[in-house]
Structure formats: structure tokens, C-alpha cells
């Protein structure tokens, strides 16, 4: 390899010939091309552009400048729509409330009670309630349709245990 | 053209204030814009609002112009989105004058005969259908009639480059066509 760029580094270049400025720019327009190679389209004949006035083009920029100007309009907002808009939502979600609530009214258990009786256990925690029941010997028969399962099942319980103790 | 700044020199007026760089900036480049809005909607009244949209946005964007394009060639596309935008919205039924055809009526190109409606049409498909500079080259150069001196101020491109370029847009148009 050493040897070849030394080889490489004797040989001595004469300088690159030169080359008009101008000439690749004005290459093409010096072409002699052929006459008859002229476009058919370059021959199609065309009607005469639309006549616009001058004053267009001088009025034009003052016109652009005069939009660019000029400050943005602010958006008028309409209350009327708004209060529209509100005053339905209000009405539907009213609605759906009454709804609802018109059928929640099941599970009214009616248990008829002996006023006095009423009154009597009306402050009375569970147990009391219990006692009471035993005590004064009520039958729960005739209420327990009503009443929840989980709480029968308890009282009966109680029962028991009262009279296991006896 | 007169006053012909290049993009340089109007981006720096536009550094330096904004409204003056802006305004000449309009004063180079409406009369370019107008044609080839006026070209897609055909009447002046359309043009106008389309024109004061497309500088509205050129306005907007300016200061995210990045240089990567020409400002003709930037401001041409937003030319373009806009007009195509304002044809679709607009109201199919008008009552305003339209522009007559580029071409005349009762052309014979290649054996085949065209009105001037149905030859626009084409030369409009054919032009879509080069590459994005031999576009501009080729409407600014065959539609305004522009010379290649204020064609290569206005894209930043030799005459010489434009000539190639506008020799190629010819022949591939004339390609198109005969075989439409």
C-alpha cells in the first residue's frame, strides 16, 4: 500500500482546465433547438385574461390591513338559553326524583296495636321488648306474618331460653 | 417587476417590522396570488374574499415561516387550500358572470376537437398531474405569461433551470393530452 501512495504522490497533476463562469446558467438558452420543434400546445390560441382595474390591487392592502386592525367581536351569550337549558335539566332530575320516591312506599309493615300496649313498649329496647311479650303473655302469632324472618327466629330463641330457665 | 425584493430581504423587513414587512410582502405578491385564485373560481367578487382570506392567513403564519420553500411557493399553497376550500362551501347555484375559458372554443389538437371548457379541464389534469416546481414554472411561465427573469425572482431559481424545467412541463403535458 505504501508503495502505491508513494507512486500516487510523485505523479504531479496539471491544472484542472477551466470552465466559463456563466456557462452552465445560459447552457440551455443556447441550445439551437429545431424550429419545427415547437409545442402544439404552445400554439393553442387563448382568450384574453379578464380585465381587472388597477385601483383593485392599490385598495387591496389598505382593505387586509384595515381587517387585521380591527378587534375581535365578543360573543354575546344568550341568558335566555341558559335559564332554558337549567330550568329542564331541573325539571327532568325532579322528576326522576318523585319517581323514585312514589315507589318506595312497600314494607309498610301495618301491625295493629292496642294503643296502650303501644305506648307501653313503644321505649323499650329488643330485650324489653322481649320481656314485655312474655310478661304479659301476647301472642306474636297473629303479628309475625309481617315481621322479618332474622327477628322471629330471635324472639323465638329468647323464648326458648326464658322458659329453659324456668 | 418593480421593487422586487427577494425572500431575504422581505423576511428581514418583516423581523424588523412586522407590518411594513408584511405590507410589502402583499404589494410583491397579490397580483400573483389573485390570478391563480381567479383561475379556480372564475369571477372577480369570489376571488376578492378568497384573497383577503388567503393574506389573513399568510399573516398568522408568518412568524412560523420556517424558509424551507420559497414565500411564492408557501403563499401558493395556501392559495390553493383556501381556494379549494371556498369552492366546496360555496353555493353551486350563482348568478354571477363567469370568466370565459382560458381556451377558445372549436379547438383542433391532434385530430380530435375540444371546446375551450373541456380543454381547460385537461390542461388543468395535466398540470396537477407534474411535479410540484414544474407546476409553478409552467402556470407562471404558459397561464400569467410571465417572463423567466420575474418567474426566477419570484422561486429563487436560476433562468436557466427554469428554462429545463418549462421544457419538461411541455413535454409531459403534450404527453398527457394525446393520450387522454
Known sequence: MSKEDNILNKLKKTEKVSVPNDYFDTFFSNLKLNENDTSFIETLPKNNKPEVSTEFFETFLTEILTKLDKPKKGKIISLKSILISVASIAAVVSLLFLMTNLFQTDRIVEIEYNTEEYLAFVDLDESDYIDFIIENNISIDDEIEELDEELLYELYSELDTYYYEL | ?????????????????????????????????????????????????????????????????????????????????????????????????????????KLIVEGHSYTGDEMEVIMFKAIDSLPEKQQHVFRLKYLDDLKYKEIAQLLNMSEGGLKANYHHAVKKIEAFIRHY
Do not use: C
Open chain 2, 1 to 105: 417587476m418593480e421593487n422586487h425584493y427577494s425572500d431575504i430581504e422581505l423576511l428581514q423587513f418583516y423581523k424588523d417590522n412586522g407590518s411594513l414587512g408584511f405590507q410589502r410582502l402583499v404589494i410583491q405578491f397579490q397580483e400573483r396570488v389573485y390570478w391563480q385564485i381567479r383561475r379556480l373560481t372564475k369571477n372577480h367578487q369570489d376571488t376578492e374574499d378568497v384573497m383577503q382570506n388567503v393574506f389573513i392567513k399568510v399573516w398568522k403564519a408568518l412568524p412560523k415561516f420556517k424558509g424551507e420553500s420559497a414565500l411564492f411557493t408557501w403563499i401558493y399553497r395556501i392559495t390553493f387550500n383556501e381556494a379549494h376550500t371556498f369552492l366546496t362551501k360555496r353555493n353551486k347555484i350563482r348568478s354571477v358572470d363567469l370568466d370565459p375559458p382560458i381556451f377558445e372554443n
